[in-house]
């Protein structure tokens, strides 16, 4: 799969005879693309194999586990029909480590498991090559920070290697943004991934990780993608038409949430059921203290003082219940799916309907 940019051509092919692929899971641009781009080769070349992804807490990035799910939790909505394990590996004996070996035992353990060969299951990389060219200039921050590699521009450069994958390894970030406005990914993109190194500040600003991801969006991004330094990526976004039902999926625009909602509809999630609709408006109100749900033309409503709950269905008097459950016996099935689904749909996008 190829995509040329003005920046250059970016590139990740499955192998034939692939079982599986895994994608070591970052939480940043680099690997959210490559993810991105090895699902959409499985579905449009109808592959039928299923990817995993592994994020571990190590070294100076202990926040990755929140991002990378950001990342997994978003793709698992764009492809229903591929099969996406998420490996998450936390703990105290992992913080301090070194990223490669934890995730290379990670992949090694499933392919074992699988007995699948390294030719049939590989482990993919997002690393990029450092800024080519003049135009990044590095500045030197207050205090430590993390250092980058060397760059290894050289045409010899191992991309497809026995049990894993570098694609990346000769285009720069640059490449992966202009990626990013091609599919549609970047304002998702540019809100959900972090880049930053500091364990004190979300995004510093001043590391080189963060120079690096400034200096490729502000080298291909339009001016009006571009976020403010004093605004918030969700926002500013929104206010330019991202709406919270297109925030559920992989790409930000009207177009990619009907296909996801006609692919959706080909793969039935478990929120198409009443069982998983009335666990979640229950858990809803034992979890997070929600006490009150519109439910079609009635609601429910909880009284703190009394502890009751007092069910209103259209055009019937209102009946006080001790529980939950009784007061959603008395709506039809089409009202108690819909508000779930749209209380999760609060719940993802924090967006009051």
């Known amino acids: 799969m190829k995509l040329k940019t003005k920046y250059g051509t970016i590139e990740a092919t499955i192998e034939p005879n692939t079982k599986a692929v895994m994608v070591s899971v970052s939480g940043g641009m680099d690997s959210a693309t490559l993810l991105y781009m090895l699902c959409k080769q499985i579905r449009d070349n109808k592959l039928g194999i299923p990817v995993y992804t592994g994020t571990v807490s190590y070294n100076y990035d202990r926040a990755a586990h929140y991002n990378a799910s950001l990342v997994v939790k978003h793709m698992q909505r764009e492809f229903p029909d591929i099969t996406i394990h998420a490996k998450f590996w936390a703990g105290e004996d992992f913080v301090g480590k070194v990223k490669t070996p934890l995730v290379e035992t990670m992949y090694s353990d499933i392919r074992l498991k699988n007995g699948w060969t390294q030719q049939e299951f590989k482990l993919w ?110 926002p500013y976004f929104q206010e330019r038409g991202v709406k919270p039902e297109w925030r559920a999926g992989v790409r930000w625009n009207e177009q990619a949430y009907q296909e996801r909602l006609s692919m959706t509809a080909k793969h039935p999630l478990e929120e198409d059921t009443i069982e998983w609709a009335k666990r979640y408006i229950e858990g809803q109100y034992d979890d997070v203290g929600v006490n009150r749900f519109k439910l079609g033309k009635g609601n429910i409503s909880f009284d703190t003082a009394t502890r009751l709950f007092t069910a209103n269905p259209e055009g019937a008097e209102q009946v006080v219940c001790k529980e939950m459950h009784q007061c959603l016996a008395l709506f039809s099935d089409v009202d108690i799916i819909d508000c779930a689904r749209k209380l999760r749909l609060l719940h993802e996008t924090y967006h009051e309907k």
Request: charged share 25%; net charge negative; aromatic share 12%.
């Open 125 to 234: 990389w997002g690393l990029t090559a450092n800024p080519q060219g003049d135009s990044f200039k590095f500045v030197d921050p207050d205090g430590s920070y993390v250092t980058p590699r060397d760059a290894d521009h050289s045409n010899e450069k191992t991309l497809y290697g026995k049990g894993f994958c570098n694609p990346f390894a000769l285009i720069d970030k640059r490449v992966i943004v202009a990626a990013q406005l091609e599919y549609g990914l970047f304002e998702c993109f540019r809100t959900i991934t972090n880049s930053c190194t500091s364990i004190k500040e979300y995004e510093c600003q001043q590391c080189w990780w963060c120079q690096e991801r400034r200096w490729a969006i502000e080298q291909v991004v339009p001016e009006e993608l571009k976020v403010p330094d004093d605004s918030q990526p969700l």
